[in-house]
């Protein structure tokens, strides 16, 4: 059983760093970025990478009824409760508006303008290509992965914070490529 677990968790491995590190190093040798249409592709396909190793890795090693039980919770929002599905819709709202009013406060007031919602980098945020992208590849790609099936696998062995401490390792180093770029 053992030899099972580290082979499906070597081939999530394979998939979310290896497929998306590669993809991602294509677009560093081609002298490209994330703004080029080249970059764009390749940083989509790079960010499949986590989302196919779970899913491989759940089909090919997982227990019988495992791939009926990660699709439900992938789709069936009723497991969420709804104070947590409130957090999820507005945090990330709260937290860029706060951040906003905060470098505001600290720059020695409130902008004179307030149209255009405040700074040019939060009209970037409500570009409908901008907003489709990154629901696809974050919540829709990325967390089935990191915590519908790495949580899941570290959590049979170890306590809630200890995976959540791992899976969020884990998870850092996949994004190194990123910052190089």
Do not use: N
Request: aromatic share 22%.
């Amino acid at each position: 059983m053992k030899k099972k677990r580290m082979k499906s968790l070597g081939l999530f491995f394979l998939f979310s760093h290896g497929w998306s590190w590669t993809f991602l190093c294509a677009i560093l040798f081609l002298h490209s970025s994330f703004s080029a249409p080249m970059g764009k592709v390749l940083f989509g396909i790079a960010g499949l990478g986590p989302f196919l190793g779970a899913v491989f890795s759940l089909y090919i090693f997982g227990r019988k009824g495992a791939g009926k039980d990660f699709w439900r919770r992938f789709f069936d929002l009723s497991l969420i409760q709804w104070k947590w599905l409130a957090i999820i819709l507005f945090l990330p709202l709260f937290l860029k508006f706060g951040g906003i009013l905060a470098a505001s406060i600290f720059e020695g007031g409130l902008p004179a303008q307030w149209t255009g919602l405040f700074v040019p980098e939060f009209r970037e945020y409500l570009k409908p290509g901008f907003i489709l992208f990154i629901f696809v590849f974050g919540p829709l790609v990325e967390e089935p992965a990191w915590r519908g099936w790495l949580q899941q696998f570290y959590l049979k062995k170890h306590s809630s914070l200890l995976s959540g401490f791992i899976v969020g390792l884990i998870w850092g180093s996949w994004h190194l490529p990123m910052f190089l770029i």
